[in-house]
């Protein structure tokens, strides 16, 4: 193999990350389990949770309004006197909110003012406060994984995320579309040796160790998909995929979906969004269902960077906004329930005349949450969230 052929194929290994530890494919030592979903670009949260009361609501948005609930399939599933559910999620998630494991927290996110969709993630996943000193490259899922010992954290994504970032040594492999390596056996084991010895040699060789652990893991389900055993559209294989390993290896989860920047024909009960959160739907009811016994542990938290503006734009969509709402699910979760404060969605309520306020600050709410899971103690919470004051809502 020529020197060329050896940097094409270390180009290639994107299975997994070389930066990782060596105690991968253990049975969690953390009995609970976490896995953070991260919709990047910003989710349009009053198409999901409809304010149903709100006779604003519908004078903001005449073409992309949810209607309220009803006997038409179109509209809104009726969860409060005030809020409904988008109908895509009728068969997917909102038989998991009725048996009460599954809540939605309105009103949630950053008090990050830029709307610009890379500073607000990267805000939201370091996960420090916004004034004052701040670590980068330290993420506040790796500072969880540091904090819960025996944790076995894993990024589910293309590259490691900047949550799991820091001190910690976190792996991360993207499920989406496993296939056959680009680097195969007799490859890897040309360029392990050539490293050997190097102070790259011990993360080349781990690197090359977990991409087979991993990909062993997952090659009865592979076989099966080939034989259409297994739908495989669009987030509910990922979703699957990351359920096989989370139940019996990892404790601590990350994935990120995008493609929830709906500037342009939105659409309402049908159209762009409606697939989008179909899909998302599927996948996460297919996670559940996956992780078998293990989902009275897990616990699942649907995140993105901000909301979107209260009224509709000249393109029947939705622009850059502030206040979202977050999901809660899983078998401990005290579900069937709008939790967190609230306030009445009418103009005078909005912030800056066009969003959502923030009411429950994300490090408050996760910080809560977090410690309600794992009993972590306040020092333990000030060094996942330095500074915050966590909120407990009620949600474990």
């Not at 020529?2 to 030592?29: D, F, I, K, N, Y």
Request: charged share 20%; glycine share 10%.
């Amino acid at each position: 193999m020529q020197r060329r052929e050896v940097l094409t194929a270390l180009a290639g290994l994107t299975a997994l990350s070389l930066t990782t530890s060596t105690r991968l494919m253990a049975a969690p030592a953390v009995k609970s389990r976490l896995l953070v979903v991260f919709l990047r670009g910003g989710y349009d949260a009053c198409s999901l949770l409809v304010p149903v009361s709100s006779s604003f609501y519908y004078a903001s948005r005449p073409d992309i309004s949810i209607a309220r609930p009803s006997s038409e399939l179109s509209s809104a599933l009726p969860l409060t006197a005030d809020w409904g559910l988008h109908p895509a999620l009728r068969d997917s998630l909102y038989p998991y909110y009725k048996n009460g494991e599954l809540a939605f927290v309105p009103f949630a996110g950053t008090h990050d003012l830029s709307r610009s969709h890379f500073e607000t993630q990267d805000s939201m996943e370091m996960g420090q406060a916004l004034e004052g000193h701040k670590t980068y490259g330290s993420g506040f899922m790796n500072r969880l994984a540091t904090v819960l010992s025996g944790s076995t954290p894993m990024a589910f994504t293309d590259q490691l995320p900047l949550a799991f970032q820091g001190s910690a040594k976190v792996p991360n492999t993207a499920l989406r579309s496993l296939a056959k390596p680009s680097v195969d056996a007799r490859q890897s084991s040309i360029i392990a040796s050539m490293y050997q010895g190097t102070p790259m040699g011990t993360q080349v060789s781990e690197g090359f160790n977990v991409r087979d652990e991993v990909m062993r893991e997952m090659s009865a389900e592979m076989d099966a998909a080939s034989r259409k055993a297994i739908s495989a559209k669009g987030f509910e294989l990922e979703a699957r995929r990351i359920a096989k390993l989370m139940k019996d290896s990892y404790n601590l989860g990350f994935v990120d979906v995008g493609g929830w920047d709906s500037h342009v024909n939105q659409g309402a009960a049908t159209g762009y969004l409606a697939s989008r959160l179909d899909e998302l739907g599927v996948g996460l009811a297919a996670f559940a269902h996956e992780m078998g016994a293990a989902w009275r542990d897990t616990t699942v938290v649907v995140m993105s960077e901000f909301g979107r503006t209260f009224r509709q734009n000249g393109n029947r969509g939705t622009d850059h906004g502030h206040g979202s709402v977050f999901w809660v699910m899983g078998g401990s979760v005290q579900g069937n329930q709008i939790a967190g404060e609230q306030v009445r969605v009418e103009q005078a309520a909005l912030f800056q005349n066009r969003d959502f306020p923030v009411l429950n600050e994300y490090r408050a709410t996760l910080g809560g949450l977090l410690q309600r899971q794992y009993a972590l103690s306040s020092s333990q919470i000030d060094s996942v969230f330095p500074g915050a004051k966590p909120r407990d809502l009620g949600l474990l």
